[in-house]
Nanobody, 116 residues
Framework: QVQLVESGGGLVQPGGSLRLSCAAS????????MSWYRQAPGKERELVAV????????NYADSMKGRFTISRDNAKNTVYLQMNSLKPEDTAVYYC?????????WGKGTLVTVSS
């Protein structure tokens, strides 16, 4: 059974940092590109960052460049999102995604709230 379980969300003050984790199971993690998406209240889901199967290539949405870092540990079947300099507009549910060919898996999300 495929599972993607996000953790690490919570309440943080503006300018603070959080590290999200996504633990994967039920598929061959190292053969999937991994991504983080987010969905803010009343808005569509948007791509945050993507990392290649080996971890050697990453891409970010423009608004996250320089603040967020995606990484993965294929030995632990886990992908991470380090978020620094958080802003109130980063408030959203953050979702983990695994994709390969026509296969597409999603986690249930973890809520990040940036507020003073």
């Amino acid at each position: 059974q495929v599972q993607l379980v996000e953790s690490g969300g919570g309440l943080v003050q503006p300018g603070g940092s959080l590290r999200l984790s996504c633990a994967a199971s039920g598929f061959t993690f190292s053969t999937y590109a991994m991504s983080w998406y987010r969905q803010a209240p009343g808005k569509e889901r948007e791509l945050v960052a993507v990392i290649s199967r080996s971890g050697g290539s990453t891409n970010y949405a423009d608004s996250m460049k320089g603040r967020f870092t995606i990484s993965r540990d294929n030995a632990k079947n886990t992908v991470y999102l380090q978020m620094n300099s958080l802003k109130p507009e980063d408030t959203a549910v953050y979702y983990c995604n695994a994709r390969r060919d026509f296969l597409d898996y999603w986690g249930k999300g973890t809520l990040v709230t940036v507020s003073s």
